[in-house]
């Protein structure tokens, strides 16, 4: 997918020109301030939220997104799964995974995984499409696409979005199949 958080419309439309379909999105109210009437115009697009969501913006990230790639709290699951069956909209959704263990980041601990995906879907109902890993960025990242891919086995599911720009040939060897990638196709950030 096609990282497009930060740039303007104007840098997003000469790439779905060129046959682009599926982009990512950090924060909703970024996406919500651009994305719709792009997705009016070219409908067939796909918008993925690859950032943090809070559980106060879950109505507006069903509505808007195709995929949310950051599901990693109770409290998120309850509010997804009230919004997926207020709206009747079921968006794909990852759990993400906290490979490194890293206090800063979000993400489910890896020892923790099973039991919240168990919840996820017999608690809330969610159907859980896939896991999600950001490594740290001082570690080489071949570890944890093969930790994260093990889990994602382990539980019986088939996506695996990991990889970025710098690492996508790794991710894609252990299985990603959504890989993130934003300066490739955007260049850097301002």
Do not use: Y
Not at 145 to 163: H, I
């Amino acid at each position: 997918m096609a990282v497009s958080k930060t740039f303007e419309v104007a840098d997003i439309e000469p790439v779905i020109a060129a046959g682009q379909r599926v982009f990512g999105e950090n924060r909703v109210q970024e996406a919500k301030a651009k994305w719709p009437d792009l997705k009016l115009r070219q409908p067939d697009v796909a918008l993925h939220l690859i950032g943090p969501l809070q559980s106060n913006k879950a109505r507006e990230a069903v509505a808007l997104f195709e995929a949310i790639h950051s599901v990693d709290r109770v409290s998120l699951c309850e509010a997804l799964a009230k919004e997926i069956a207020r709206q009747g909209r079921r968006p794909l959704l990852f759990v993400e995974i906290n490979t490194g263990g890293e206090p800063q980041k979000a993400g489910i601990l890896p020892q923790e995984a099973d039991g919240f995906l168990k919840l996820c879907r017999e608690a809330h109902g969610l159907a859980i499409a896939g896991l999600m890993c950001i490594p740290p960025a001082h570690e080489p990242p071949a570890p944890h696409f093969a930790l994260t891919a093990k889990l994602a086995g382990r539980n019986g599911l088939t996506l695996l979005s990991m990889g970025m720009s710098a690492d996508f040939p790794t991710a894609i060897g252990f299985g990603a199949t959504h890989v993130r990638v934003g300066t490739a196709v955007f260049g850097t950030r301002g």
